[in-house]
């Protein structure tokens, strides 16, 4: 920049004439006014009022390392200098993008060894359908287009995104989903399950797929795609009977399994991707989020070998963005993600401070508000409730959420609610000490929501 505004009312203003922010009421912000984030540190944040702020969603699920790793701004100098930018068109290549496609092959699960490089989650999710739908057709089954996700599920905000997700309130503003997405019921054993149990309910869950397959008929189904944990449906956590059985059930079919690592890939569920955690083998992993640890913008497909092979066979693949394998992404990626390994911080998440998350918001379950505790790893959501004991929601879904999250806010917590789910997704390399002191503030902003409607 080169001008300084004097304060945060005048910086509040120009955001207010110029700037339109993602899923935002317009109005609504405008007429609040924008918090201005200065700068950060680790796994906190400072505004220009100069508040420090604890930051419990790791930016959006990304920010894996922490804030202020000058390692990663000085790869990123160091590139820009020597090549700030080439495509990968043309029968060309970098140095940095090839190199970090060769790092992830050796991070990701046996057999992924390919992967086509775009610039965000969303991207990732809409290369991964014409991946697909090329694959189908260079086996000659080209009639098999249709994908099925779950209901409440985010793969994007892109139109191939958007309706690939299950997100209602999105598909409202526009004809949405397009023909050919179809959609199951999530894994949420806390409200769907009733009197079954959870392995139980995980297997009643995952054979929605076969008979929504079964209706549309196996040779019309080209893939099945989710979030090994739902992130910004709620953090559903699904029972272990889930996943081996949505395996199961692809291969019966003859459908390719589409794991959606955005938010659970490198390292958040202590594993390296969340398919690990449940024991599952896709055909394709999406990612992007920690890959960069939010540094910079990148993403990518992983998919694996047996899929590879057909795909040699289809000619010209026409499909492709200005910066697929952005050399300066690149780098910082691969410096990230060698960090995540030579540091040790996805084994610390499994084996140190992953449990002890899990362990101290196991305190919350005597709270009179919080009906359930889900979570792996440093991923984690408190069920905010009206009736504990029945598992009933508050009567306006979303409103008591939407008070707690206000004052996470007013506390200096960052906190995301969906629906009534309080979510939490710290930095990995968050300390004992710096999750004491976030969870001393949930339980502060809990307390306050109870207060609020008139339950302590």
């Known amino acids: 920049m080169n001008r300084t505004l004097n304060s945060t009312s005048q910086w509040q203003q120009e955001d207010r004439e110029h700037h339109l922010h993602p899923f935002s009421d317009i109005a609504q912000l405008s007429e609040k006014g924008v918090r201005v984030i200065t700068k950060a540190q680790g796994v906190y944040l400072w505004d220009s009022e100069g508040e420090k702020i604890i930051d419990g969603m790791a930016g959006l699920w990304c920010v894996n390392l922490c804030y202020g790793r000058k390692d990663l701004a000085e790869v990123a100098a160091k590139q820009m200098r020597e090549l700030a930018y080439y495509n990968t068109f043309f029968q060309t290549t970098t140095m940095p993008a090839t190199a970090l496609a060769t790092l992830l092959s050796q991070v990701t699960p046996d057999g992924m060894n390919n992967v086509f490089f775009g610039n965000s989650g969303s991207e990732s999710n809409d290369t991964a359908v014409r991946l697909v739908w090329r694959y189908w057709q260079t086996k000659g089954q080209p009639k098999k287009t ?232 440093l991923i984690a959501a408190l069920e905010l409730v009206k009736d504990k004991k029945n598992h009933q929601r508050f009567d306006k879904v979303g409103e008591v959420g939407a008070m707690c999250r206000n004052h996470c806010f007013e506390n200096n917590i960052i906190m995301r609610a969906t629906g009534d789910a309080m979510l939490l997704s710290p930095p990995l390399v968050i300390t004992v000490e710096e999750v004491d002191a976030l969870l001393t503030k949930v339980r502060t902003c809990l307390d306050l929501t109870a207060k609020d409607i008139g339950v302590m």
């Open 146 to 377: 249709v994908f099925i996700s779950r209901e409440n599920a985010y793969h994007g905000s892109t139109l191939a995104g958007a309706s690939l997700g299950g997100m209602s309130y999105m598909h409202e503003q526009g004809p949405l989903p397009f023909a050919g997405f179809e959609h199951i019921e999530q894994p949420h054993w806390y409200f769907n399950a009733g009197d079954l149990s959870p392995d139980e309910y995980g297997l009643l869950a995952a054979r929605k797929l076969e008979d929504k397959i079964l209706k549309l008929g196996a040779d019309s189904v080209a893939a099945f795609i989710a979030e090994p944990i739902q992130g910004a449906g709620g953090v559903i956590v699904p029972p272990d009977s889930y996943w081996p059985e949505i395996q199961r059930i692809c291969r019966q079919y003859d459908i390719l399994l589409v794991s959606d690592e955005v938010i659970c890939g490198f390292g958040r569920t202590g594993e390296w991707f969340g398919c690990q955690s449940f024991g599952f083998e896709p055909d394709l992993m999406t990612m992007a989020k920690g890959m960069s640890s939010g540094y910079i913008p990148i993403s990518g497909v992983m998919v694996h070998d047996r899929v590879v092979e057909v795909l040699k066979g289809s000619g010209d693949f026409n499909h492709g963005y200005t910066y697929s394998g952005h050399p300066v992404s690149a780098a910082v990626a691969h410096a990230n993600i060698a960090a995540l390994r030579d540091e040790g911080i996805v084994e610390r998440v499994k084996n140190d401070i992953g449990p002890y998350l899990q362990k101290r918001l196991q305190e919350f379950a005597d709270h009179p508000l919080v009906g359930q505790i889900r979570g792996r790893g």
